[in-house]
């Protein structure tokens, strides 16, 4: 059938071929909902939630369509999101259609998308990966996500060095709170949702892990939902008189005039020690970005030293 | 008018004892129950005493008084302005299910609150009362308008006020999942929470509740003319619209005052009047008193509850509104027990006159339906947007679009045309225009599953998804013939038992809701209706399945035009009451399940669809059945479109889209009507 030097052009090919994946493999990875496998390194890569967003945006890799882009621009902000990324429609619904339109060549979801799981695998490789998830820890499992991406997109070294950078900021801003002695009383962490309730950052959830590596106590010693919060009246802080309160901005207005009128909050023992806190915005529910800027707050706020109202 | 003596035991001229035992009891239990928590670090003088007194240098004396004491006070204020409010309400509408909620002024007061959160947060922080007032007031302005012309017939009036809640509540729901970060407040708000740090919402608020207390109770005499029913009163001279208006009004003063204090804690001004009346609270005066006791005792107690809740568990706020949706459901449950077996429905009578325009050819009428709902599948199929713009899909590439487009469509449309059939089921079956798949609690049922599963953070794939809706339907209609096996499924008996039903799911929603803004958008999400997510295998069997039971139905249309004309007539007319009924409702059952898995719990196309059919003149079960089937899979196939299209890439969930346009429809139908 053949000629002898078809022949032989065939097994030079063939053995070309064989070293090819020392270059580009068709690589596997298992994830939440199977195995991945990828022909070559994805270069068109779409993230369905913010999470995911941020571990792209810090390995380097410039997502070609993400979920609810707006939002991500006024709640996440850090890392920046470049102009031209497409929106993709919001984070609990994405379209569909639009996602196919990017003809992306890997998706990044959790398995808040598990219904979903097959249409995407119809559109491309999907790789399933829940930062939060009831019972995961989020710190560890959004390291796994940006490692295995890092993987996956060819930057291990860049991913790499992110989490050193965020292991040696974590180490710096500890030294900086021991060394002015301020890692004493616990600190109950905090967001406003009005005059009488608050948002309360539990031990199950992303913020502890920057409260672990700073030598702090977390006041609240609940589980809260998998997001890691609980949503309390601001009676529950009540029996934590020996903490410290960080409110996260941003507060509604009007609402230090409303606590300075209440008894009830200037008696609270935190503002009667002028221990509260306020520090700038900071996402709670994305990846590992977040606890390095929360660490930096965190000390920035603490070494400033506090006051007995919000802003 | 509702007859009052089809509730009440008769021939007793004095009030039983046990109501004031009854109110004694819940006041006495719920009062010690909320006090236990602090006996072991204040003795009782000084727990008495933190109503109005405190040791500044005792922090725990300083908590009674300004968290525990105020949040107290604040119950038992709030719930008797909603016992109030909802007992001159049931004696306003002569319904025994209407409350504030009815007349859909906390959705109108959650409309305000939430259009001043997102554009003038200012406001908001100046006065809660005022955006909710002014949403109430909007929500009740819309009712009276659309029913001035048909002099506030009870049931017209409770028709107008269910609509405009549902359109209220779906505009609410669409900036919920749009801008759900800017709105966390809001989820709180719409659970209820009694959290108090102050006295000062107290302060602020009794002088409030006593005006208009007093002032509904200076009405009470007009109302107890009213009772003599319409046209005794007015040979009387009392001026029934302008009492009616008036009465109405404080309603929407007192309860819109009381919740945007604290939320939606709905179901005390339903349940506070139904509870006075089975312990045989009779006489008009009779009824506004204990009714306002009763709803102080109630809300003090599910408020309680809701405290050690919060306490006991991992300490996240389990809102009031919760509990006193946990209440309220065997309340309904007990009205279901004490009510005499009687025909005589909810706004049965005074049946809407002007709701029955002239008949008109089916053919016509269908043949219209069909040409638009194959138009939609033409411009859903090939006109839409895509990331740059808009462009038209040539037919020859639909089977790539199909994909994307395709199954959604399929599955909206048959959802709808499920729902169209089960609706015109329950209605004729009730001879009840309120009736709808919704009322029955099938989708209700299927809804508890689904936010339990988003409570405990499982995830299932699709197929687990619909199992588990499926199981949930299943086991409420379970419960639904259970309880309407006693009551030989009287049309009544029904619909309360699927309020009763509609209520648990309302309180795990609540806790969803409150527990945190993106876990409650995916619900949302869910219950709304997402399309997006139907696979075309399920699109076919779904298919499969529809024309099987349509199919079905075409045995039953006999049974269901004699079964109005009341149970005697229809026995001896040759027809097994109990064995068709019975056959109805798993029929309906069936089809709201299937229905719901795809298009959520709450789409409101099941009362809708029936309604245009009537609307367009089709009066015979058949011809209704087959109007409202394609009435209702256009309503869902253009909403499927549109919640895909209008804000791409975002979409909205289908359900939601169809409660607006269906709801809109529905409003100009009923103000035309009105005036022809």
Redo the contacts between chains.
Sequence with gaps: MFTRSERFWRYSAALLLSLVPIFASAASWQHEQGTLTLEKTPERVIALNWAATEALLLLGVTPIGVADRD?YN??VKEPELPEGV?????????????I???KPDLIVTS??M??????LE?IAPTYVV?VY??GSRPFEKASGMLTTLGDMLNREKRAEAVLNDIDQTLQAQRRRLENAGLTDRPVALM?F?????V?VYAPNGLFQSALNALGLENA????????G????????L?PY?DSRIVVISPT???LSD?LA?????T?L?PVQRDQVYQIDPVWP?GGVFPVKRLATLLADGLLAGGSDNVR | MYAESTYSPVGRPSLPARVPVAAALIWCSAFLASAAPWFGQLDVGALIAAFWTFE?ND?AS??A???WAPRVAIAVLIGCGLGLAGAVTQQILGNPLASPTTLGVEAGGQFGVTVATMFF??LL??SPDLVAVSGGLLAIGLVIALTWRLGFSPVTVILAGLVVTFFLGAVNMAFL??KG?WL??LF??GAG?L????W?PFMELWPRVLVLGVLMILLMRPLQVMQLGQTSARSLGAKVGLIRVLALFLVVLMSATVVSRVGVVAFIGLAAPVLARLLGARTLPERLIWSSLLGAGLLLLADTLAHWA??WG????VPTGTTTALIGGPIILLALQGLKNTHHMPGQDDSPAGFLPKRRSTLVIGGAIAALLLSTIGISMGW?P??DEWSWTPIAQWHEAW???GPRLLAAILAGVALGLAGTLIQRMTGNPMASPEMLGISGGAAVVMVLIVL???????AG?LGAATLGAAAALGLLIMLARKHRFAGNQLLLGGLALYVFMDAGLRLVM???G??A??LL?WMYG?T??V?EAEALGLLALIVLISAGLLVIIRPLSILPLGETSASSLGLPVTKVRLLLLLLAALLTAAATVVIGPLSFVGLIAPHLARVLGQQTVGRQLVVAALAGGLLLGVADYLS?TVV????L?AGLLAALVGGLYFLWGLSRHGRA
Excluded: C, M
Excluded at chain 1, 86 to 98: D, F, K, M, W, Y
Excluded at chain 1, 114 to 119: I, S
Excluded at chain 2, 195 to 198: A, F, L, P, T
Excluded at chain 2, 648 to 651: A, F, K, R, S
């Design positions: 939002g006024v709640w497409a929106n993709i429609g919001t984070r609990v619904a994405p379209s569909l259609e639009a196919a339109e990017l398995s808040e598990a219904p979903a799981a097959n249409l119809r829940s998830k009831q967001n949702l009005d005059d009488r309730h948002r609240w010693p609940h589980s809260g939902n998998y997001w919060f609980s949503v309390v009246g601001l009676e529950a009540a008189r509604l207005p009007g409303t009128n209440s008894p009830f909050w008696y023992p529910f | 500044a922090y300083v908590l008084h300004y968290s947060p200012g922080a100046f999942l749009l970060e966390g407040n709180i708000w929470s959290v108090q740090n102050n000062q919060s306490t991992d300490g996240s706020l839409s895509g990331l994909v994307w487009r405990f953070g499982a995830d299932i794939g699709r998804q409150a527990s945190g993106t876990v958008s995916q999400n997402s997006w997510l696979s895909r791409y890439p975002n979409q969930p």
